[in-house]
Each structure stands twice: as structure tokens, then as C-alpha cells.
């Protein structure tokens, strides 16, 4: 006797994934966390080897401020078995983040003088998009490897 099970999308697969086997949720949460790592550290990478004013920012730690590249403010949060779910996330904790990866319009000061645009210089959701369809695939295999077939992987 077999079951015909549909997964249609990522959540579909996520709450499949979750019925899975310990030995398969632990593959499945390897999958997602490396996934993330290689993110983080592709972006780290970028921004590593790109020198701009809007690399470097200053954090206001008590009287001390302390000067931090924007590569070293990539983080990786994970969660696992614990949630009953396999969960990983990429962010950039520098304040101005965002203005590297979208850029900005023509700023102007108050006097008329110009200060420029940023363009944009997006790294994060590029990368993210290349790994997350690494890792939805093998997530895929996770499942296939725990006998079920799974159709429409895109």
C-alpha cells in the first residue's frame, strides 16, 4: 500500500518536513543551517572586498566608540528540533545595512548643497535567493531519501 502525499510550496514542505524522522529532521536542519552559513559568509565576502564610506560605521558603546566593518555586523540565527521546525536566518545587524543593499536618491542639505546618491549594491537577497534554491533542493533529497516522491520542484 502507498500514500500519495502533495507538497505544494515551501510551507507544504516545511510541515512535511517536520513529520519526518529524528535522523531525517536532523538532516534537514544541517541542510538549512549550512545553507545559511555559506549566505552569511558570501555576503561577508562582498563586503569584505568592497571599500566605501558606507562600509565601516561607528558603534556607541558607552564613552567608547568603536569602529566595525560592515562584514563583521553578518550574523546567523538557527533553531531546530526545539521548535519542532528547522530555521535559519541571515541578517546584517549594521545600522545602515540597508542603504548599501538598496542604495539612495539624491540627498539634498538644507542650503541647496547636494550630497549625492548611494547606488544600490545588493548582496544579501542575491545571495540568499542563490542558497535558499540550493537548499530547498536538498531538502528535497531529505525527503525523497525517507521514501516519499516529491513532483513540481522548481
Do not use: C
Not at 571599500?51 to 563583521?72: I, M, N
Amino acid at each position: 500500500m502507498s500514500a500519495n502525499f502533495k507538497i505544494d510550496g515551501l510551507n507544504a514542505l516545511r510541515e512535511a518536513l517536520q513529520r519526518l524522522p529524528d535522523q531525517l529532521q536532523a538532516d534537514a536542519e544541517d541542510s538549512v543551517r549550512e545553507a545559511a552559513e555559506q549566505t552569511a559568509s558570501s555576503v561577508r565576502a562582498v563586503y569584505a572586498s568592497r571599500r566605501s564610506p558606507l562600509e565601516t560605521y561607528t558603534l556607541k558603546g558607552g564613552v567608547r566608540k568603536t569602529r566595525k566593518h560592515l562584514a563583521d555586523s553578518v550574523e546567523v540565527r538557527t533553531r531546530g528540533r526545539e521548535t519542532g521546525a528547522a530555521w535559519a536566518r541571515v541578517e546584517v545587524r549594521a545600522p545602515h545595512a540597508q542603504l548599501f543593499e538598496f542604495g539612495t536618491q539624491n540627498r539634498q542639505w538644507e542650503n541647496g548643497k547636494s550630497t549625492g546618491a548611494a547606488p544600490a549594491r545588493p548582496t544579501l537577497i542575491p545571495a540568499a535567493l542563490r542558497e535558499r534554491r540550493q537548499m530547498v533542493n536538498e531538502l528535497v533529497a531529505v525527503v525523497e531519501r525517507a521514501g516519499l516522491k516529491v513532483t513540481g520542484n522548481a
